[in-house]
């Protein structure tokens, strides 16, 4: 797959969490214009591939905000990563308006957790400047009986818009959407045959970082989530995106010298 200037294929690199809001479920997370190039700086040296930049929260039970409030609490931190580091950046937003904005400062990829259903100009507005795009599975109403027909169904249209919208198929991966219309269960059978999501065709990101699947608090979630990139490695999956970039970028050498 290619992200801005980078090419990332026959490995699992790292995504690193970085949310410009004040109300994501995991604090230390949380980043402002006055910290956000230190957190930036620390992620790569750890050895982070990807910045993953979020300006709205989407964790359980959130309170949404406004294209144009994710767009003021981007804009300064993006254009201050992207003029002092030469590294990829995806902007985490479901908003053609923001994902515009971002864009137009020189984001690289537009990561959807409605897979380009929420805002119909969203895959025009990819494939107009030429960035990458995550499409992850979602839906309005939690999932029930087999999960798998309606995920794949799901990520194969949305990837049939994008295509459609002329995004290069070398900029498209996909995201089974762990913790999304999903009881613990379902993420739980998604997370163990993830792999089955490789039948569409494009390169895998898995977001289980900290997640309320492994039960407990968030703060004793960072072993399972290591399990999980375990696990990720060994199915081929291209992306991981998580909070704790050394930890899960040294479990990942783990698995690819074992």
């Keep these: ?49 990807i910045i993953d930049l979020g300006a709205q929260s989407t964790r359980p039970n959130y309170t949404e905000v406004s294209a144009d409030e994710e767009i003021l609490r981007l804009e300064k931190p993006l254009e201050m990563i992207k003029s002092r580091f030469d590294v990829p950046v995806s902007v985490d937003t479901y908003f053609q308006k ?36 995550c499409i992850m599975h979602n839906a309005k109403q939690p999932l029930s009986g087999d999960i798998w027909h309606p995920i794949k169904d799901f990520l194969q249209k949305s990837v049939q818009k994008a295509l459609n919208a002329g995004v290069d198929k070398n900029k498209i991966c996909i995201d089974g959407g ?23 065709g494009y390169p895998l990101l898995l977001g289980t970082s900290r997640k309320s699947l492994f039960g407990g608090l968030p703060e004793e979630r960072l072993e ?24 899960n970028v040294r479990v990942i050498k783990e698995e690819l010298n074992g």
Excluded at 28 to 43: P, T, Y
């Design 224 to 247: 399972p989530t290591l399990q999980s990139t375990r696990l990720a490695v060994r199915k081929g999956v291209t992306f991981v995106r998580v909070h704790d970039v050394k930890e």
């Design 1 to 49: 797959m290619i992200i801005g200037s980078k090419v990332f294929e026959n490995s699992t690199f790292v995504m690193a969490i970085i949310n410009l809001t004040p109300d994501s479920f995991w604090t230390e997370s949380r980043k402002n214009a006055d910290n956000v190039l230190f957190a930036v700086e620390r992620a790569l040296a750890d050895g982070a591939s």
């Design 98 to 133: 923001t994902a515009e904005s971002a864009l137009c400062l020189g984001a690289d990829m537009i990561n959807d957790v409605w897979g380009l259903t929420h805002d119909e100009k969203m895959a025009q507005t990819v494939a107009a400047y030429g960035a990458a795009v």
């Design 178 to 200: 762990i913790g999304f219309a999903k009881n613990r269960e379902q993420n739980i059978e998604l997370l163990n045959g993830y792999e089955k999501l490789s039948d569409i």
